[in-house]
């Protein structure tokens, strides 16, 4: 369906796709689409990226026996702000702790590369924390910020794309951000030297036509830049993998997908969802389910994740998903009136 | 988004849409668009219609408070078939047991209609079992065939008008038909007495593109008729909720939803969800989230229900999800590996 060559812009110059009858395109693939996991990057916000060796390492032996073409290990933030007694080393990415499951990484050799994720203001030391990416098994550095932080993320992507590395621009919570700000961004951000720039729904808010608008302003932004377009969604109202598609079908080559949506909140678009319907032949189910089965399911028995209905109410009313995962944790997680009720008296 | 005047097939002459601006049509709605309760009646396909009274009631007087067009209460089907040592009252819908829960039921007092689901192919005694609309407080019946059952369809949908019925038409299993057969039946279906051709995803399978091909086709099939198309969709992919958004942006005034998605294998659109988009302010979310919470959540201890990966595998392999559901009810429903390894070794 999508991925094919239904994409409405038409592709960039470096991309020679045959054109497939509109018929069914979407038995076919648009080979130029990756994959992104972000199972312990995004799922280190509901567990304070307190997953064991053993964990990292089950999701990295998966993505890469399933083609997967990225993988987001973590965050690289600043002990200061995110102190190690509480958090756990994922949300610092120190290279003896990602060696220890990675070993010596090799991307060519696994077909698979390694990001993590900064935070701009002033939650990543990203001037010392960072070193070459020579020296280090990560090959991407993902930037995030709020619109209002741009600048910054642009000074963090000439840093690290100085460095080495293959970078990319999230901003977030675009569901929150006037058009006109939105626009500004991505002028500045088609100037940088990021080779992605995502579409962050952080709230899971967005439906269908919103991120039509979105993807469509997105793609317009870096026409003629060579960059792509990446789609990162949460799963509040179940439209995760929903507006993943649509992305996909508008031309955004760049997609992230979690292991069972593991993710803050409601969670993100789920891997096994997505990898069913990419029909480019190197991507494998099989060992997603395993990991699953035998990995992610059994974390279930610790943290909540997923669609719930406090989850759709905040993902409705375009709010931070914060207050549903405080109502989740607490007492009366199934108390959706009461919950109701609280969200409806504060806004 | 959608709901309101997004839908690109012109509105047919009857409607006087005010033209709102395309700029964020999402934020206004459609009055035609009318919503459907089927909790009771496709939740029975998991407890043979075994709901208690107190059940049925506390969904009833549900879709009143929220504002909800119709509901149905379950199968018009044969006793003889379904007999009753093992099925409920919802499975015959006996208008003794209706009248228990809904008394004399008022669909103008109310705003509410009352449907039920009557199959071809001999599950149903429509002949005898089905009384004149002015003595039941049934207001709609809704016609669900096979695509080769289409004649007799008809036969039981011309009878049901001659008795008094609104009907509706509700080819199923529509992902695994040849588009001729569709068409074929379309044309029929064009011709009978039905006021609504439901697009019916049995097997959560379909994608948005083929949504769209499939919701076109059913448009123009019945444009001049003045018959609407309505939407059922499956949540085996956590596509039900978006794909039915999308089937209202291409102009489907009739949608399908149930509490908590409550349904065969993977479930059906969830009715939060979907009245959390509509933006009809005669539509409440709040006694939906009532009934979820005190009657239907409680039925998760007994029944499964949902799109866990069994699900997601049979939608992904167009596949009906019976051997999900004994998959599901089986000693190891969350074995992926071992029924995605029977599954591919069956296809």
């Not at 952080?202 to 302003?217: A, C, F, M, P, T």
């Not at 669609?307 to 993902?315: A, E, F, M």
Request: with cysteine; charged share 25%; proline share 6%.
């Amino acid at each position: 369906m999508p991925h094919p060559t239904a994409g409405l812009p038409p592709p960039r110059p470096r991309r020679q796709l045959s054109r497939v009858s509109e018929k069914a395109p979407w038995i076919t693939y648009r080979p130029e689409l990756k994959v992104l996991d972000c199972t312990i990057r995004d799922g280190g916000l509901i567990n304070h990226s307190n997953f064991t060796d053993e964990q990292v390492r089950a999701v990295y032996d998966t993505c890469i026996a399933a083609g997967v073409d990225y993988m987001e290990i973590g965050y690289k933030n600043d002990p200061k702000s995110f102190p190690t007694d509480t958090y756990g080393p994922w949300r610092h990415c120190e290279e003896e702790d990602m060696r220890r499951v990675v070993g010596d990484h090799n991307s060519e050799a696994t077909g698979l590369k390694l990001a993590a994720m900064a935070d701009a203001g002033g939650k990543s030391d990203w001037k010392h924390q960072i070193i070459p990416a020579k020296d280090s098994v990560l090959d991407v550095i993902r930037v995030a910020c709020y619109v209002h932080q741009i600048s910054e993320a642009v000074e963090m992507i000439e840093h690290c794309t100085a460095l080495g590395y293959e970078t990319t621009l999230n901003i977030m919570a675009i569901s929150v951000v006037a058009d006109a700000e939105i626009d500004q961004a991505l002028e500045i951000g088609a100037k940088s030297a990021a080779g992605t720039v995502v579409v962050v729904d952080s709230y899971g808010n967005l439906y269908r036509e919103q991120i039509d608008h979105l993807v469509r302003k997105y793609m317009k932004a870096v026409e003629g830049t060579g960059k792509d377009v990446g789609m990162h969604a949460h799963n509040n109202l179940q439209l995760a993998f929903a507006n993943t598609i649509e992305a996909i079908i508008l031309g955004a080559n760049r997609v992230d997908a979690t292991l069972l949506g593991l993710g803050r909140g409601a969670g993100n678009c789920p891997m096994e969802i997505l990898l069913g319907f990419l029909r480019n032949p190197k991507f494998k189910l099989r060992p997603v389910l395993d990991c699953i089965q035998n990995t992610i399911l059994p974390m279930k028995q610790q943290f909540d994740w997923g669609p719930s209905i406090p989850y759709n109410l905040t993902g409705q009313m375009n709010l931070h998903p914060r207050s549903a995962m405080a109502w989740r944790e607490g007492d009366t997680p199934d108390d959706y009136l009461s919950f109701y009720d609280q969200t409806m008296a504060d806004v």
